[in-house]
């Protein structure tokens, strides 16, 4: 199973940017579908992106609807990380995120389709 560890996450203002990171290892990120979740206080899990496996035609990526056209997950093969670049981000941002791996993936934007998961990182928005 793929050990996961996120980084990047901080205080920053509303309108701001982040770009959080996940390093893998035990595993090769280009073998695996990857994805970020986030979870607020007081409230589930809820998925935000996604990126297949690489394939010859190109990883293919989901979002919710809530950060669409804000963030785009990207994949470094080289450095085995996986990133979430937010833009344009806004006080209901504020969540833990959490990065996760699969080596196939169906479901994506369901918790219980993801079996490797990192310990989260903490993005705080302030307006």
């Known amino acids: 199973q793929v050990q996961l560890v996120e980084s990047g996450g901080g205080l920053v203002q509303a309108g701001g940017s982040l770009r959080l990171s996940c390093a893998a290892s035990?595993?090769?990120?280009?073998?695996?579908?990857l994805g970020w979740f986030r979870q607020a206080a007081g409230k589930e899990r809820e998925f935000v992106a996604a990126?297949?496996?690489?394939?010859?035609?190109?990883?293919?990526?989901y979002y919710a609807d809530s950060v669409k056209g804000r963030s785009t997950i990207s994949r470094d093969n080289a450095k085995n990380t996986v990133y979430l670049q937010m833009n344009s981000l806004k006080p209901e941002d504020t969540a833990v995120y959490f990065c996760a791996a699969e080596r196939e993936i169906g479901a994506y934007n369901y918790t219980w389709a993801w079996n490797s998961w990192g310990q989260g990182t903490q993005v705080t928005v302030s307006s």
């Open positions: 990126m297949t496996a690489w394939e010859w035609r190109g990883a293919r990526t």
């Open positions: 035990g595993g090769i990120v280009s073998s695996y579908a």
